[in-house]
């Protein structure tokens, strides 16, 4: 864990309340100079402590099929697992797990023939994964990004 000042967590939080708001405006906010939020922002990316970003709703660019793959495979073969499904861009999330899957991947589909495709011609084709559970999400009620900062 990288150690962050209080104005560093501060600025981590605003941003998470505005990805937009201005230097000026944390300054303000924070009671400090406009260079110092500067600074600390660009240590805060410069070290990849935080990443701008725009964050989309998928369901209001076409992406009505948002889905969560549990993913078992060949232990021997997991790396390789991982690097396939790494470089699909329709997967949005990937983790090593515990418990009834070794991987759990989300991803995005515009429609079930979309999704019946990835399914059966791209993810069951890799070499090393023995079995699948597919769950599509019928209604995403919460997503946040603001994690947060540790105290």
Partial sequence: MMNLDKIEKKVIELLQQDGRMSFVDMANRLGVAEATVRRKYNRLIKDGIIQITAVSDPHTIGYNF???????????????????????KEVVYLAVTTGLYD??????????????????HKLTKIDG???????????VVKQSNEIGVAE
Avoid: C, R, W
Avoid at 73 to 85: A, F, P, Q, R, Y
Avoid at 104 to 112: H, K, R
Avoid at 129 to 139: A, C, G, I, M, W
């Fill in 66 to 88: 948002p889905v969560i793959i549990g993913v078992n495979v060949d232990v021997k073969k997991l790396e390789h697992v991982i690097n396939e499904l790494k470089a699909m």
């Fill in 103 to 120: 991987l759990i991947i989300q991803t995005y589909f515009s429609s079930s023939e979309k999704l019946k495709d990835f399914l059966y």
């Fill in 129 to 139: 994964v023995k079995e699948t559970q597919t769950s599509v999400l019928l209604n």
